[in-house]
Each structure stands twice: as structure tokens, then as C-alpha cells.
């Protein structure tokens, strides 16, 4: 990471303080494992300095929330959370970020909020370091806008790009065109959403923060299948395949995967497809995820299930769909999206019909094309390779 980067971080006053730098560097360079065990070995120190330790707590609860590893993440922040009074408000905040994450993996979307609110609260105080202040707003985003209230993820992102610009904190500059990208392809914008991801992806290839690089990409690739030109997205998924960072930052893998699918399927493989999102398939937290955070998945995957002749994962997202609509009445984007994977499941128009009040575009014009109505606009639209997640 260049210099600049490196200069927003903690002032170096001892080694301790480099080795603490060091962990959050690898984080921001798309290297979560390599952070976790830094900071593993820094927390060891029984002398370390209630900063330091807050700093490398709060480094190792973001590590962890990047690699999804809840299991170990969930104790530890847990822990944090019990006897708070010993941990400084750095990781405090780090253990709400995990434990919001893995709330939202559990279809428990009000306790996530809740999290982060807590969270909020505490970064306004300006009780923890200034480069950690912006993740809670954008996450923040994330979250608002997987809910469709696009409104409110809009006015995170600008709060949490002003605290950027603000702290001068240019190694985070990436992140808000990133996320407003996402935001941007979900209200159907895609000249927006595209000149966003590319002036995210530039910046943080200026900053050699990789893992936000492959996150642009692999956007990229999702509008250019929207636009119909597959050999854009291919060449938008060649680049971020040999950029050498952890997939994960800012939950790209399952961007990564849906387009790598998408662009199979596009080519009349719905079959490797269907392999490619295997372990979204068989895996029920990545079910989740995946449903809760992309527009479209649970239609788009039970589509693609059916039509690779595979009814029992077209059945496993049907009944994840249903597990999020039941458990979250109070957010009705849920069964909305379950209606709509159910009556492609069940060919059962009065599902359908159910599923035609979409917040967003896309998704209300996809809905029409399931639609018995729209049985040729579907094939129509299939050929000109328009039926993409996202």
C-alpha cells in the first residue's frame, strides 16, 4: 500500500503500534486471514496498551466479519459485549459489526439494525479511531438498500463519504462509489452504477486497496449482462480472477459468483451455473446472505435451478425465501421476493401476481416476464441475455 495509505492509519510511536498498523494494512489490501493472525499475535501481549488492544480487537472483528467466520467471531464478540466495561469502544464497535452480520445471516433483520444503531451511537462519540468511523454508515447502506429503502441507503452513503472527506481518510475513499454503484444498479441506473464502480475500482487500485478493485469488477461485469454484451463481462471477470486478494472484502464473493453463473447461463450452460453457485445452494447461511443482500436472487436462482432440472435446489432457496419472509414481517420486500420464487416453483400465476409489487425496476419488469402475459418477452428477453442477478 502506498505511502499516503499507510499515513491515515494510527501515527507510528512504537512497535507495537507498527505491528497494529500492519494488521489493518493487510485488512485494507484484501488480506483478512493475514490480519487476523497479526492481530492474534499482538493481543497475546499482556503489557499492550488499552488503545492498541482496542485498534487490533476492532481489526480482528472486521477481519473475521470479511471471511464469514461467525462461529469464532460470534464468541468473541459476545464475549466483548459482556464485559464491555474492560474493552475500549473500538471493539466494542468491531464486535457490534460482526454480531449485525451474523444477525442478518440469521434472518434476524431487526436485530441487525439494532447492532448497528448501537454501533452508530458509539463512532459519533469520536471514541474510536477516525479510519474505523465510516464502516458502521456504510454497512449501514448495505442494509437499507438490501431492504430496498433506497432513500435511506443514499443518505448513509453521503454521511459516511463527508466523514471520508472529512478525516481526510483517502485510503477509504473507494468505498462510497462502490457502494453507491450497488445502490445505482438496484434503481435501475446503470450509466451511473457503471461510472461509480469505475471510479471506485481506480481509486482504490491508486490506494492498493485490491479487494475493493475486484468488488468494482465484478459490478462491472453484472451491468455489462444487463447491457447483453457477455464479452465485457468476461473480460470484466478475467481481471478480478487474477487480482490476488480475498474475494470476500465487502461481501464480493457472492458478486463474484452470481456473475460468473450468470454469464454461463447466458451462454446456455444452466447446468455449470448451477455448479458455480453450489456452495450458495447447499449451504444455508450462504442462502441467506445471498437472498438478503442481492435483488432478484431467490426468482433468479429458483429459475436457474428448475432449468438445469435440479428441483431440490430450486426447493432449498424456495423454503430459505419463505424462512425470511415468515421471520420478517415487518420488512415486506421478503414476501414479496418469496411469492415471486414461488410461483416460478410452483408455475402458480396467483404467486406471480402477488410478486408484482417490486421496489425496483428490474425486478417488476422480470416479474411481468414470469408472468403468463409475458411468456415471449421472457424468451425474448433471454436471448438478449437481460435475465441477470443484481
Known amino acids: 500500500m502506498p505511502s499516503e495509505a499507510i499515513a491515515q492509519l494510527p501515527a507510528n510511536r512504537d512497535h507495537d503500534r507498527e505491528r497494529s498498523r500492519s494488521a489493518h494494512i493487510l485488512l485494507l489490501s484484501g488480506r483478512p486471514a493475514d490480519a487476523i493472525s497479526e492481530t492474534e499475535n499482538l493481543l497475546t501481549q499482556k503489557d499492550l496498551p488499552e488503545d492498541l488492544r482496542g485498534i487490533a480487537e476492532w481489526t480482528m472483528f472486521w477481519a473475521l466479519t470479511c471471511l464469514n467466520d461467525f462461529r469464532k467471531g460470534r464468541r468473541q464478540a459476545e464475549a466483548v459485549l459482556a464485559d464491555r466495561e474492560r474493552h475500549a469502544d473500538a471493539a466494542v464497535v468491531g464486535a457490534l459489526l460482526l ?42 447502506s448495505l442494509y437499507y438498500r438490501a431492504m430496498r429503502e433506497f432513500d435511506a441507503a443514499d443518505i448513509a452513503i453521503q454521511a459516511a463519504e463527508e466523514e471520508i472527506n ?20 438496484g434503481t435501475g441506473r446503470l ?22 478493485i475486484r468488488v468494482g469488477l465484478s459490478i462491472l461485469a453484472v451491468i455489462a449482462l444487463r447491457q447483453g454484451d457477455i464479452d465485457a463481462a468476461v473480460r470484466h ?25 450468470a454469464v454461463a447461463e447466458a451462454q446456455g450452460d444452466p447446468g455449470r451455473a448451477v455448479d458455480i453457485l453450489d456452495a450458495i445452494y447447499t449451504d444455508e447461511e450462504k442462502r441467506r446472505w445471498a437472498l438478503l443482500t442481492t435483488p ?7 429459475r436457474l435451478a428448475l432449468a438445469a432440472a435440479n428441483r431440490p435446489y430450486a426447493r432449498a432457496i424456495l423454503d430459505t425465501a419463505e424462512y425470511l419472509a415468515r421471520n420478517n414481517p415487518d ?27 417490486q421496489p425496483e425496476p428490474w425486478a417488476r419488469a422480470l416479474v411481468a416476464e414470469d408472468r403468463p402475459a409475458g411468456h415471449h418477452a421472457r424468451h425474448r428477453c433471454h436471448r438478449e441475455g437481460r435475465r441477470q442477478p443484481g
Open 99 to 140: 454480531l449485525a452480520q451474523f444477525a442478518m445471516v440469521d434472518g434476524r433483520i431487526a436485530d441487525s439494525f439494532t447492532h448497528l444503531c448501537e454501533a452508530l451511537r458509539i463512532t459519533d462519540r469520536g471514541a474510536v479511531e477516525a479510519i474505523q468511523r465510516p464502516y458502521t454508515r456504510l454497512i449501514l
Open 191 to 212: 450509466d451511473d452504477a457503471a461510472a461509480e464502480a469505475q471510479a471506485g475500482s481506480m481509486t482504490a487500485e491508486e490506494f492498493g486497496t485490491h479487494g475493493f
Open 237 to 261: 471477470i478475467e481481471r478480478f480472477q487474477s487480482i490476488q486478494a480475498a474475494p470476500e472484502m465487502l461481501y464480493g464473493s457472492v458478486w463474484e459468483k452470481w456473475v460468473m453463473a
Open 296 to 302: 432478484l436472487t431467490a426468482a433468479w436462482m429458483t
Open 331 to 357: 420488512f415486506p420486500v421478503f414476501a414479496v421476493t418469496f411469492a415471486h420464487a414461488r410461483g416460478l416453483f410452483h408455475q402458480d400465476p396467483g404467486a406471480l401476481a402477488a410478486a408484482a409489487d
Open 166 to 185: 472529512d478525516l481526510g481518510l483517502t485510503v477509504l475513499a473507494a468505498q462510497p462509489a462502490l457502494f453507491r454503484s450497488v445502490l445505482h444498479l
